[in-house]
């Protein structure tokens, strides 16, 4: 039996948040354990690809092209309500310009992508960036508008840039459904009693994290120090809930009917796996 997995999961504070106690040995991990990487969602989602970590946050966009190799644990998921990306912008856009826009994106791959291309198929102009350096794009005018995700959700407004729609809301409307943002997902290939244990492992930790939130807090700094403390908290509580604990049938609704509309739409290829971890 394997018993070092390697796991790769973001900086951001709603990932560190729920990590710290399965990787400091905070719970019990009945004798597995997690090397871990940390990388910018775009780039988890390239090692995904790779088939690079055993165990890996991924954007659900990118997931539904590595079901072959991957499947989601039911724990560690960041779906919600009033989370999700924003299309923003310097000067006063409306929806009807967006297909017309230059539009800065945080990946390719990342299920803000996909959303946007879900809503707005015929925006098509759209330039690569990592998540954080996108408001600047917009501000020194190298694109019409951004796609904002994380923590800049809490920032664009006192940079003086707009809003020109909250894709969150446009999910949340369209579908009565969370909006489906990302998960964690295993390799297949790994003996099921390991994909278990891991789930289990995971779902612990988690719980750990809500049962003592402030033990967290050092890790969580360590990968945010260019936060505001009180921004760094409000991430947090917009990304980890009760999904989060456990994706549960309307969590797993969501994502069935995101990965349906993308595939009506020709956004995903069809998938011969299903896609979670029972």
């Given amino acids: 039996m394997k018993k070092t997995l390697t796991l790769a999961f973001s900086p951001c504070p709603n990932d560190t948040f729920i990590f710290d106690a399965m990787v400091h040995g905070k719970i019990d991990t009945h004798g597995l354990d997690f090397e871990y990487r940390l990388g910018d969602v775009e780039e988890l989602n390239r090692v995904a690809g790779r088939g690079l970590s055993d165990v890996t946050k991924i954007s659900f966009n990118a997931f539904f092209s590595v079901t072959d190799r991957y499947a989601l644990l039911d724990s560690g998921a960041a779906l919600g309500s009033n989370n999700g990306p924003l299309l923003i912008s310097k000067k006063q856009f409306t929806e009807k310009d967006i297909p017309y826009l230059k539009i800065a994106?945080?990946?390719?791959?990342?299920t803000a992508n996909l959303l946007l291309s879900v809503a707005y198929p015929k925006a098509t102009d759209k330039v690569e960036y990592l998540f954080s350096d996108i408001e600047n794009?917009?501000?020194?005018?190298?694109?019409?508008?951004?796609?904002?995700?994380?923590?800049?959700?809490?920032?664009?407004?006192?940079?003086?840039?707009?809003?020109?729609?909250?894709?969150?809301?446009?999910?949340?409307?369209?579908?009565?459904?969370?909006?489906?943002?990302?998960?964690?997902?295993?390799?297949?290939?790994?003996p099921s009693e390991i994909q278990q244990l891991t789930g289990n492992i995971l779902k612990e930790s988690v719980q750990y994290a809500f049962n003592h939130p402030d033990e967290a807090t050092g890790f969580v700094k360590m990968f945010a120090q260019e936060m505001d403390k009180d921004v760094m908290y409000k991430h947090i509580a917009l990304y980890v809930n009760d999904f989060t604990l456990s994706l549960g049938a309307k969590g797993r609704k969501a994502i069935n009917t995101l990965y349906q509309k993308a595939l009506r739409l020709e956004l995903v290829k069809p998938v011969n796996s299903g896609f979670f971890i029972d």
């Fill in 105 to 110: 994106i945080p990946g390719m791959h990342t």
């Fill in 137 to 190: 794009a917009v501000l020194n005018g190298e694109a019409d508008a951004g796609l904002i995700i994380h923590e800049s959700r809490f920032t664009y407004a006192a940079k003086g840039l707009h809003k020109i729609v909250d894709l969150g809301e446009y999910w949340e409307k369209e579908t009565d459904s969370p909006v489906p943002l990302g998960g964690i997902a295993i390799k297949r290939e790994l």
